[in-house]
């Protein structure tokens, strides 16, 4: 079992629609998890940060945290073209400083 | 404020050749982390240095290896390259080390094809 899980997608939807992005974990001593977009050719762009279980908004992103079971989600409301990237999910774990462990990305499409 | 500034941007190399590669991390951030991505293995963590010491290290042979130095700069060293080397390399930049809600910040990465 991987780390880190992720739909690899793609995830086709329309422009205006939301786009829900999953991503499981398997170590409980998470302790934190990223969501990180990128562009092809281009590096990985930070979008949010949670720590604590419930909702954290960001204009047009939320990120949706469960540690119970285990789930993090980003939810992209008002999709546009442009969002269209491969979403990393990232697990901080504690003890591993800043380590990130990433699962495999998610690619979104979104079409006009 | 200036981003995580890499160099080279790209690079070719033979079979057994070592490489050298760069990392400037943001002004005022102390941790520098290395990241290997290619499309079989995505993203894997190579090392992290805080202070001019390494604190922790992912699942790579010796051949990898790094440094920082006062300054906060990094460099990143792969001896002995072989053809599966070839691979993004990123270097990512945090404002300290141990909190969890501190984010890394990635650089533009180095392009290494090893041919």
């Known amino acids: 079992q991987k780390e880190v899980e992720q739909n690899s997608g793609p995830l086709s939807v329309p422009e205006g629609a939301i786009a829900s992005l999953n991503c499981t974990y398997s170590?409980?001593?998470?302790?934190?998890f990223f969501w990180y977009r990128q562009y092809s050719g281009k590096s990985p762009e930070l979008i949010m940060f949670?720590?604590?279980?419930g909702d954290k908004e960001d204009g047009r992103f939320t990120a949706q945290l469960n540690k119970a079971s285990q789930y993090v989600s980003l939810l992209i409301r008002d999709s546009q073209p442009s969002d269209s990237a491969t979403y990393l999910c990232a697990v901080k774990v504690w003890g591993g400083y800043n380590k990130l462990i990433f699962g495999a990305g998610t690619r979104l499409a979104v079409h006009p | 404020k200036a981003g995580v500034t890499q160099t080279p941007r790209y690079l070719i190399k033979t079979r057994g050749q070592q490489v050298t590669l760069s990392c400037s991390p943001i002004?005022?951030?102390?941790?520098v982390s290395w990241y290997q991505q290619t499309p079989g293995q995505g993203l894997q963590f190579l090392f992290e240095?805080?202070?001019?010491?390494?604190?922790n290290k992912g699942n790579f042979p010796g051949r990898f290896s790094g440094r920082q130095f006062s300054n906060s700069r990094s460099e990143m060293n792969v001896s002995t390259l072989e053809l599966g080397d070839s691979a993004l390399y990123l270097c990512a930049s945090s404002p300290t080390g141990g909190r969890a809600d501190y984010e890394q910040y990635f650089g533009p990465g180095t392009r290494l094809t090893v041919t």
């Open positions: 002004s005022g951030h102390r941790s």
């Open positions: 170590d409980r001593g998470s302790q934190s």
């Open positions: 949670i720590y604590s279980n």
């Open positions: 240095y805080f202070s001019e010491t390494q604190r």
